[in-house]
């Protein structure tokens, strides 16, 4: 049963993430990966949410292992870095290590921080 929660939730994170990646860099002419930074920021959130609330194991891998496991995407963030450095982009190729990892981590320790403030 577990894993047909994680394979229903990535059924749903993974498009999610692609359509929301492709939306937001149609938007922008950067070769900065907005797409991927945005994904990866809300998943961080929403997974810290998900760890702070005091949710069963079910919801957890629906949400947290499915859900967010799809929609949050190091790998491409990895893959993208390196083409910023390859390409000639170091600033932005260091921008987006910092920005990402930073960002991530603060999202994550406020959606835990919500979740608990709301659950006491």
């Known amino acids: 049963m577990t894993v047909l929660l994680i394979a229903l939730g ?4 993974a498009p999610l993430r692609y359509l929301t990646d492709r939306a937001v860099q149609s938007r922008h002419g950067s070769a ?5 930074l945005l994904v990866n920021v809300a998943g961080s959130l929403l997974l810290g949410i998900v ?10 891998a629906l ?3 499915g859900f967010c496991g799809a929609l949050t995407t190091y790998s491409t ?5 390196l ?20 960002a991530g981590l603060a999202a994550a320790t406020a959606g835990y921080a919500l979740a608990r403030a709301l659950t006491g």
């Not at 760890?51 to 957890?60: E, I, K, L």
């Not at 290590?97 to 930073?102: E, H, K, P, R």
Request: aromatic share 10%.
């Open 10 to 13: 990535a059924a749903v994170g």
């Open 32 to 36: 900065f990966p907005w797409g991927t």
């Open 51 to 60: 760890v702070g609330w005091p949710a069963g194991p079910a919801v957890s």
């Open 63 to 65: 949400l947290g292992t």
């Open 77 to 81: 963030f990895s893959y993208e870095t």
């Open 83 to 102: 083409r910023l450095t390859t390409g000639g982009h170091r600033l932005l190729a260091l921008t987006n290590v910092l920005g990402s990892v930073t």
